[in-house]
C-alpha cells in the first residue's frame, strides 16, 4: 500500500504540488481579503482568465511536443482588430467568427510547415509569426476599433447562473475555456494523436522509427495553437467588446508560465492539460490577490509572473532531476 | 575579415563567382546596395548631406545616428546567437538602463513633480560619470542574469530571456514610477545628438564597441571558443574549454551592449519610457544578425555582417519613413523578411541553389 502511494506521489508530483499551491495561494488570498471568500472570487477567475485559459491549452500540447509558440499573443490581438473592423463593416457575427477561427488555424499551419520542412527552430519562426500578426493588426487599424454588433454585445453580458451555488455566475464565453479543457483531456489521453504527442516530446528521432506521423502531428499541432489563439481572441472581444493591435502584450510567457506551472516539461513530453487548467488558476489567483490590494502597481503582475515562472521551471528541473536519478 | 570562409574545396581554386556568393557579406550587401538603387529612383533627395554647424547632417547620417543602437545590440546579439542561443530580453534591457539614467538625472523621483525651476537650471542629481557608469553596470547586470540562468541553471535561452522580456518592461516601470522621464540635462545629449569631426557621436561609439568585439574575437582564442561552443558544446566541454563562462560572457557582453544603446536612445529622445524603449528591438537584432550570415543554430558568425545588416534595417526603415509609410505598418513586412531570410540560408534552399549554379559551373568547367 505504502508503494503504492509513494508511486501515485511520483506520477502525479508535479500536479499535486500545482493543485497544492493553487489552494493555499488561494487560502491566503481569502484570509487577507474576505471579498476572496465568496464564491464568485472563485468564478471571477474563469471570467477574466477564460483568453487565457483557451491559449495555454493549445500551448500546452505545442510544449508536449517539445516546441513553443509564441505567436499566440499575435494571433489574438490580429484576430481581435481583424473581427471588430469586419463586424463595423456590417459583417454578420456568424460568418466573422468561423473566418477567424480559419484563419488562425492557417497562420498556425503555416508557421508548423516553416518549422517542420525548413526546420526553422519553432521560437524563431513563432517569434516572427508573432510580429507578422501584430504588424497586420495595425496595417488593419492603428487604433482601437469598437465592437457595437448586437450578438456581441448579447454574448458579453449573458450570464450563466452556476447550478447550486447562489448569486454566483459566469459569462457564456467563459464556459468555452472548460469546454475545449474536456476535448483536450478527451484527445490527450484517449486519442492516438494524444499519444504521438507524447511520443515526438521524449524522443523525435524514436517517435519517427516507430513509424509515428511526427511531420503532420507536429504540423497539426501548431494549428491547434492557431485555432486556440484564435478562439481566445474572439473571447477577449466579446469581453472588451473592442479589437487593437497592442491586446494582450506578453500572453505568450503568461501562457508558457501557466502551462509550467502546470507541470508541463519545457523539453516536452511529461505533463498534461489538467495541470494547465492550475497553473492559470494560481496566475488568475495572484493577479486577484494584487487587484485586491490596489496600492500595487499594474507592473508588479509583469514582474510576479516572470518570478512564479522561475521558480516553477526550478521545482521541475528538481523533480525531473530526482526521478532520473531513481 | 572572414570574406571567403574555407570550405571543403581550397580558396584558390574556387572560381570568383562562388567565392562571392559564398561570402558572408554578399547578401547584406546586395540587400543595402538594391535598397540604395531604390532610393536612387525614387527618393533622390535621400542622398542629400548638407553641413550645418560644423557638422554633417542628410538621411545618410541619420541611418548612422539612428542605427546605432542597433548596431550595438546586433553586434551583442552575434555574440549570443554564435554560442547556439538567443537574447530576446534586449528590448527590456535597453529600457531598464534608459530608466535607470533617467531617474538618476532627473530629480522628480516618485510622484513629486517637475518644476520650472530644475526645467531651466539643466540640474542632474547624479554627476555625468556615474549616470553612465550606473546605466551600463544596470544592463551588463541583466546580462549576466541571463547568461547565468542559461550556464549556470541550464533554462533553454528562449524561455530564460523571455523572462527578463516581460518582466524586464515591468522592471522598467518599476524604476521610472511607472511614468515617461523626460530628460532636462544637457550634457546627457551629447552621447545621442552630439557630433565630432562632423559625424555624430554615436557612431563612433559604435565603432569602439565593435573594434573591442573585433579584437576579442579575432585576435585572442575567445572567437574560436564561441563557435565551438555553438557548434557543439559538450565536445567544447570536453576539450577542457568552460562552455558555461563562454555562454556566460556572450549573455553579460550584449547586455553591456544593449546598455549603451539605451543610453544612446534615451538620449536621442531626451526620455525615457519603460513600455516603449527599445520596442521590438529583439526583432530587429536578429533581423541584422541573420542577414549578416549567422546561423540561428550558432557557430561561426560575422560581426561586419551583423552591423551591415543593422544599417540594411535602417536605410530600410527610414526609406519608408520618408515615403510616408507609418512605423507601425513595417513590423510585419520586417518579421517576413527574417523568415526569407532564415528560409534562404536554410540547407534545403542552399541545396537548391548551389545544385543550379553548380550545374552552370560544371559546364564551363569542361570548356576549360
Known amino acids: ?326 | 575579415m572572414n570574406s571567403t570562409p574555407l570550405g571543403k574545396r581550397s580558396v584558390s581554386s574556387t572560381p570568383l563567382l562562388s567565392r562571392i556568393r559564398e561570402s558572408r557579406l554578399f547578401w547584406p550587401l546586395a540587400a543595402l546596395a538594391v535598397i540604395l538603387i531604390f532610393d536612387a529612383i525614387f527618393i533622390p533627395s535621400f542622398f542629400r548631406i548638407g553641413v550645418q554647424d560644423g557638422h554633417l547632417y542628410g538621411n545618410l547620417i541619420d541611418v548612422l545616428n539612428n542605427g546605432a543602437p542597433l548596431m550595438l545590440v546586433a553586434i551583442g546579439m552575434t555574440m549570443v546567437i554564435a554560442t547556439g542561443g538567443v537574447d530576446l530580453s534586449v528590448g527590456a534591457v535597453i529600457a531598464i538602463s534608459a530608466a535607470m539614467g533617467a531617474v538618476l538625472i532627473n530629480p522628480a523621483l516618485g510622484d513629486r513633480l517637475v518644476t520650472n525651476d530644475i526645467l531651466t537650471k539643466d540640474a542632474t542629481n547624479t554627476p555625468l560619470g556615474v549616470i553612465v557608469l550606473v546605466t551600463l553596470l544596470a544592463g551588463t547586470l541583466c546580462g549576466l542574469w541571463n547568461g547565468l540562468l542559461v550556464s549556470r541553471a541550464r533554462i533553454q535561452p528562449m524561455v530564460a530571456t523571455l523572462i527578463l522580456m516581460v518582466a524586464g518592461r515591468g522592471i522598467a516601470q518599476l524604476i521610472t514610477n511607472g511614468q515617461i522621464i523626460t530628460i532636462y540635462y544637457t550634457p546627457y545629449f551629447w552621447f545621442g545628438n552630439g557630433f565630432i569631426l562632423g559625424l555624430p557621436v554615436s557612431i563612433y561609439i559604435v565603432a569602439t564597441v565593435f573594434a573591442i568585439a573585433w579584437w576579442v574575437t579575432r585576435k585572442t582564442p575567445i572567437g574560436l571558443f564561441v563557435e565551438s561552443v555553438g557548434i557543439n558544446p559538450k565536445a567544447t566541454y570536453y576539450t577542457g574549454i568552460s562552455e558555461q563562462n563562454i555562454k556566460l560572457l556572450a549573455y553579460t557582453f550584449c547586455g553591456f551592449c544593449s546598455a549603451i544603446a539605451g543610453l544612446i536612445l534615451s538620449s536621442y529622445v531626451h526620455s525615457a519610457d519603460g513600455n516603449n524603449n527599445g520596442l521590438n528591438y529583439e526583432l530587429d537584432a536578429i533581423l541584422a544578425v541573420v542577414m549578416g550570415g549567422t546561423l540561428m543554430s550558432g557557430g561561426r558568425f560575422s560581426l561586419l555582417g551583423s552591423v551591415i545588416g543593422a544599417l540594411v534595417i535602417w536605410t530600410f526603415t527610414l526609406s519608408m519613413y520618408t515615403l510616408g509609410v507609418p512605423d507601425k505598418a513595417l513590423l510585419a513586412g520586417r518579421a517576413v523578411l527574417v523568415l526569407l531570410v532564415i528560409l534562404l540560408y536554410s540547407d534545403q534552399s542552399r541545396r537548391l541553389l548551389n545544385r543550379l549554379l553548380d550545374r552552370k559551373g560544371a559546364h564551363h568547367g569542361a570548356a576549360d
Open chain 1, 1 to 326: 500500500m505504502a508503494q503504492r502511494t509513494k508511486l501515485f506521489l511520483w506520477r502525479h508530483g508535479p500536479l499535486l504540488t500545482t493543485l497544492s499551491i493553487f489552494i493555499l495561494a488561494y487560502f491566503i488570498g481569502a484570509q487577507m481579503y474576505p471579498a476572496m471568500q465568496k464564491p464568485q472570487a472563485f468564478f471571477n477567475l474563469f471570467i477574466n482568465n477564460g483568453p487565457l485559459l483557451i491559449i495555454s491549452i493549445g500551448m500546452t500540447f505545442v510544449i508536449l511536443t517539445g516546441g513553443i509558440d509564441l505567436s499566440v499573443g499575435g494571433v489574438l490581438a490580429l484576430t481581435t482588430t481583424a473581427s471588430a473592423v469586419l463586424l463595423q463593416n456590417g459583417v454578420s457575427p456568424a460568418l466573422v467568427m468561423p473566418l477567424m477561427l480559419i484563419m488562425g488555424t492557417a497562420l498556425g499551419c503555416i508557421l508548423g510547415c516553416i518549422i517542420h520542412f525548413f526546420k526553422v527552430q519553432p521560437f524563431i519562426a513563432t517569434l516572427m509569426g508573432l510580429f507578422f500578426a501584430r504588424g497586420i493588426a495595425y496595417i488593419i487599424s492603428l487604433t482601437s476599433v469598437t465592437i457595437t454588433d448586437s450578438f456581441y454585445k448579447y454574448l458579453a453580458l449573458s450570464q450563466v447562473p452556476i447550478p447550486f451555488v447562489p448569486n454566483a455566475y459566469v459569462y457564456l464565453p467563459s464556459l468555452i475555456g472548460p469546454a475545449l479543457l474536456l476535448v483536450a483531456i478527451y484527445v490527450s489521453f484517449f486519442t492516438r494523436f494524444g499519444r504521438t504527442v507524447y511520443a515526438i516530446g521524449n524522443n523525435e528521432q524514436s517517435a519517427r522509427l516507430m513509424g509515428l506521423p511526427v511531420g503532420r502531428t507536429k504540423i497539426i499541432v501548431y494549428s491547434l495553437s492557431g485555432f486556440c489563439s484564435a478562439l481566445a481572441g474572439i473571447v477577449f472581444s466579446i469581453s472588451l467588446l473592442a479589437g487593437y493591435g497592442q491586446f494582450a502584450t506578453g500572453i505568450e510567457l503568461d501562457a508558457i508560465a501557466s502551462v509550467v506551472m502546470g507541470g508541463t516539461l519545457l523539453t516536452g513530453g511529461a505533463g498534461n492539460v489538467i495541470g494547465t487548467l492550475f497553473g492559470v488558476l494560481i496566475e488568475g489567483t495572484i493577479i486577484s490577490i494584487l487587484q485586491y490590494n490596489g496600492t500595487l502597481s499594474s507592473w508588479w503582475t509583469r514582474i510576479g509572473v516572470g518570478v512564479l515562472t522561475l521558480v516553477f521551471i526550478g521545482i521541475q528541473s528538481i523533480f525531473y532531476m530526482q526521478k532520473r536519478h531513481s
